[in-house]
């Protein structure tokens, strides 16, 4: 999971940085927001955490720069403490919000649940669920038709599908649907993912060369479209 931090203080990017690592998630450092938002446009991230009062760009800016092009998950930073801060926080598109002094520790804890809730917080999918795009996911039998026809998907496959079908319209990063598919502890090469999708879209689009079902967001990752025809 690759993570972007973007604080002007070397210290509380340095302690976070080797936290976070120490935890397995592959950690980017900004000091200002022209840098982070350079850094966010040319790399796929899985979750931002800003520092509100940073120079010349601050939190918030980047915050609504962020949620024009993407819904990556957002933790704000800051020494304000007044209500009004973080609700304007949070009204922007912001997932959490910690107050400094904060324990590294707690922002870990705080990294995972917004991972999780992120992941998880769309409604389950029903027993079995037709897309206008011709798609039927049957989560009892595990099956999977395309205009009535079964298509045969490997376990792996199936997880990677119903994760962008519970999600549609959604970008999912690589780093995300290989937590959904193989857990935080995955320790390989998250592009094994592009292996998995260009499979699914050999066995579900018409085209695959030009899929109209798993889209290519560049930079960023995959999103489900579920009106468009295989």
Do not use: W
């Not at 798993?214 to 960023?220: A, P, R, S």
């Amino acid at each position: 999971m690759r993570i972007l931090l973007v604080d002007d203080e070397k210290k509380i990017t340095t302690v976070l940085k080797a936290y976070l690592q120490q935890e397995g998630f592959q950690v980017s450092t900004a000091i200002n927001g022209l840098v982070a938002i350079t850094m966010f446009k040319e790399n796929p991230y899985d979750l931002l955490i800003l520092d509100l009062m940073l120079p010349g760009m601050s939190g918030t800016e980047i915050c609504r720069e962020v949620r024009k092009i993407s819904s990556v998950p957002i933790i704000m930073l800051t020494a304000k403490v007044e209500e009004e801060d973080r609700i304007e926080g949070l009204s922007i598109g912001a997932d959490d919000y910690i107050t400094k002094p904060f324990s590294p520790r707690e922002v870990v804890a705080r990294v995972r649940a917004v991972l999780r809730r992120v992941n998880n917080e769309t409604t389950p999918l029903a027993d079995v669920i037709s897309y206008d795009n011709g798609l039927t996911i049957d989560n009892i039998q595990y099956e999977i038709k395309l205009h009535d026809q079964e298509i045969s998907l490997t376990p792996t496959e199936f997880k990677i599908l119903g994760a962008l079908a519970k999600h549609p319209g959604r970008v999912l990063s690589r780093g995300q649907l290989v937590e959904i598919v193989q857990g935080h502890n995955f320790e390989g090469d998250d592009r094994v993912i592009d292996a998995h999708i260009k499979k699914i879209r050999q066995k579900i689009e018409i085209t695959p060369s030009e899929p109209k079902i798993i889209l290519t967001v560049y930079g960023m990752g995959y999103k489900f479209n579920p009106n468009a025809g295989g």
